[in-house]
């Protein structure tokens, strides 16, 4: 079966699905369960994924439509029916997260004492403490443009808040229009307000109003000698997709560079956002301007921007937050801390270096409950230092600001050894933090490459090469998320530490098909994209669609972040029709259809949402009783299978599978944090029974290792 005849009632639109899993975040927001705090945190999340969502997606089905494609998406609809459903289907969604805001969030939070106040609920004491800020503080930065016949449309910045000053003239007695852009990066969206100026009783914790009403109610000060008739705030996206024929680009990183540049500027506008106040001449005169067509026009009744609202997490209010995990060290790796003789919480003798306990078994590790810098840090560092160590590879793909790894890898380079960095340029959004990394990197004598043409290296794998004993020994880790000690805190990732022999090998030929002009056609356990993956997934498919043919059980069970690969679900179908059961984890897009009578009754579909961003990859597949389990950095997409270079490792060791397996069972009976999938696409969020048990995932695993259990 292929996609060629995978009807279009057969398969979920792609962007309609993104928008159903946006929604699933938005809801953690809306939840009362939820923290106050990691409320707002939850709907600055669904802001800034929108903005991504307006500035790629959409900007992308745009650009079809003005070049007058018509071509149907896999479930039938031209790029404009999908740009309208994208409206149709987010209209209401954002009333819900101003309603949320402004009649829950901010009234929850004043019970705790702090204030998110607009400019008319000051005080005097307050309006005169912002008017001298204002002054001090804001003035000197702003720069009001007028339009006239001789002033045209200023250009306005991706992502940019903005004030449109409507002044009337009284010598002429004209009316005009000026924009004040908000400076958004020097200073901060909310702006603190001494508590002690705060006539309530007790004192607020924390007292704050948007900058832009700030700027809004000081614009006299801008325009002396004018009469200010209204202020109205407008937020502009642009297109900020980096199209980057790379097969055509001489220099990979100067073609980069300059499309950078363009992406700063910004492309053509994909979305005007307005207060429901503004009146209509102001609102055409935005949309001649900006040429915006009704279509991307959206009404807002509350704050726009509403990303903002991380900067609330900072609040010293432990009570309003889940609780931080802060993660720990596993128990086999527990004396291999250098740092621990350092401290003298260990005594030299009882160091143990990572490889000799890699040497001895497979090390599976979870991320965050699993430290990230005790473990794949301390592998590399350990690495960078040991003076048996020949070399060092690694892909990096994200990595985090001051990173510790660059600074293993620039060490291991100072030290002698023969070290090589695949820096992906094309890391979107990332791409500027990138160069910037690979200059360092090549500077310090790092060989950096930038891996193969007209692919993403989005694979995540380390090879380290060790003599010993006047032979080598490789020793790899091979993961399902970035090297970035950041987002190691925020999202579920998997590792395995090994030293197989075969494991390692494939990585050395996978590094010379990333560095060289290797056509490398097969390798023995990994499973690659672009080369294997795609054949070695639909070949464990179909495996189990044949063990459910000859009477024995065909049973899969995957986890991923998106799936929507046409082909893969055909197979899906087609394994569902043998009656093979088919438990899927999906924590973002999916474009099958479970539980369809005829269709897919034996398939059902799951998402989990929670404090952790659910990132990692799992395939289970039965067997017949023999169960194989994989992980790796590929979700079943088109992309992660055919244009990208992923990594897909099996997990031999049977007590590492049990683990994986106990883990998989563990997201499948989450009736927290969970949503099912209906036959018809929709989502409905699991709720525990009165008086039952309450089973999230993600805190009975924090509970565990917190205990020194690493086991699901």
Not at 17 to 39: C, E, H
Not at 169 to 183: H, L, M, Y
Not at 226 to 249: C, I, K, N, P, W
Not at 536 to 554: D, F, K, P, T
Request: aromatic share 8%.
């Amino acid at each position: 079966m292929s996609s060629a005849v995978l009807s279009p009632d057969r398969y979920i639109n792609r962007e309609l699905s993104w928008i159903a899993f946006n929604q699933r975040v938005l809801a953690q927001a809306l939840d009362q369960r939820t923290p106050l705090l990691d409320q707002a945190k939850f709907s600055a999340i669904f802001s800034n994924n929108l903005d991504e969502f307006f500035m790629v997606r959409v900007a992308s089905l745009k650009s079809q439509v003005e070049a007058g494609i018509t071509t149907p998406s896999e479930d039938g609809k031209t790029p404009l029916e999908q740009l309208l459903t994208i409206r149709e289907r987010l209209i209401p969604l954002l009333q819900q997260q101003q309603d949320h805001y402004r009649k829950q969030l901010r009234k929850q939070l004043l019970d705790h004492n702090v204030e998110l106040l607009d400019y008319s609920q000051l005080n005097k004491q307050q309006q005169q403490w912002v008017s001298d800020t204002f002054r001090h503080s804001v003035f000197p930065v702003l720069t009001p443009l007028a339009v006239d016949p001789a002033h045209p449309f200023p250009f306005v910045s991706n992502l940019s808040l903005n004030v449109a000053a409507v002044i009337h003239d009284p010598e002429s007695g004209q009316r005009q229009f000026a924009r004040v852009k908000v400076p958004q990066k020097n200073l901060p969206r909310f702006v603190s307000i001494p508590t002690e100026l705060s006539e309530s009783d007790p004192k607020p914790i924390h007292t704050a109003v948007p900058l832009e009403q700030v700027i809004a109610f000081n614009l006299d000060l801008l325009f002396p000698g004018m009469s200010v008739q209204g202020h109205y705030f407008f937020r502009v996206t642009r297109d900020a997709d980096l199209e980057l024929r790379d097969l055509e680009a001489d220099d990979l990183m100067l073609a980069l560079e300059q499309g950078l540049r363009k992406r700063r500027m910004g492309g053509e506008v994909v979305r005007l956002e307005v207060p429901n106040d503004m009146p209509e001449d102001v609102v055409e005169m935005l949309m001649n301007g900006l040429a915006v067509e009704e279509e991307d026009l959206y009404r807002i009744d509350g704050p726009l921007g509403l990303d903002d609202l991380f900067g609330l997490m900072a609040l010293p209010l432990p009570k309003l937050k889940d609780k931080q995990h802060g993660g720990q060290t596993p128990a086999v790796l527990a004396r291999t801390q250098q740092h621990l003789i350092d401290e003298g919480a260990i005594k030299p003798e009882e160091f143990e270096n990572i490889f000799s306990v890699m040497r001895q078994q497979d090390i599976l590790l979870h991320h965050p409950y699993d430290l990230f810098s005790t473990t794949v840090e301390e592998f590399i560092n350990q690495a960078a230092d040991d003076p048996q160590v020949m070399g060092i590879k690694m892909t990096l793909y994200r990595t985090s600001k001051d990173s510790p790894i660059i600074a293993a890898l620039i060490r291991a380079a100072e030290n002698g050894k023969q070290v090589m960095a695949l820096v992906e340029l094309k890391a979107r959004f990332d791409e500027d933090n990138n160069i910037q990394w690979a200059r360092q990197l090549e500077r310090s004598g790092v060989h950096v490459v930038y891996g193969v043409l007209g692919l993403k290296t989005h694979t995540k794998i380390v090879l380290v090469v060790r003599k010993e004993q006047e032979k080598l020994r490789s020793y790899v880790h091979i993961g399902t998320g970035n090297y970035n000690s950041k987002t190691s805190k925020l999202y579920t990732d998997l590792g395995l530490l090994s030293t197989r022999p075969e494991l390692g090998q494939d990585l050395v030929e996978l590094f010379n098909y990333l560095t060289g002009f290797s056509k490398q056609q097969s390798f023995r356990r990994l499973l690659v994209a672009p080369v294997t993956l795609r054949k070695g997934m639909e070949s464990l498919i179909r495996r189990e669609i044949e063990h459910a043919r000859e009477g024995r059980e065909g049973h899969i069970r995957a986890k991923m972040n998106s799936l929507v690969d046409p082909d893969i679900i055909a197979l899906l179908y087609e394994a569902a029709a043998a009656n093979v059961r088919v438990e899927l984890i999906i924590r973002g897009m999916c474009s099958l259809y479970p539980g369809r009578e005829g269709l897919s009754e034996s398939i059902s579909v799951v998402s989990i949402i929670g404090q952790f961003l659910e990132h990692s990859r799992i395939f289970w597949f039965g067997n017949g009783g023999s169960p194989e389990v994989y992980i790796g950095s590929a979700d079943w997409m088109s992309r992660n299978l055919d244009r990208r270079v992923e990594a897909v490792t099996p997990v031999e060791d049977a007590n590492l599978r049990g683990r994986l397996e106990r883990l998989l069972e563990l997201y499948l009976k989450d009736n927290r944090g969970a949503w099912d999938m209906q036959s018809d696409g929709s989502f409905i969020q699991r709720q525990p029974e009165d008086g039952g048990d309450v089973r999230n995932s993600q805190v009975q695993l924090i509970k565990q290792w917190s205990q020194g259990v690493p086991q699901s």
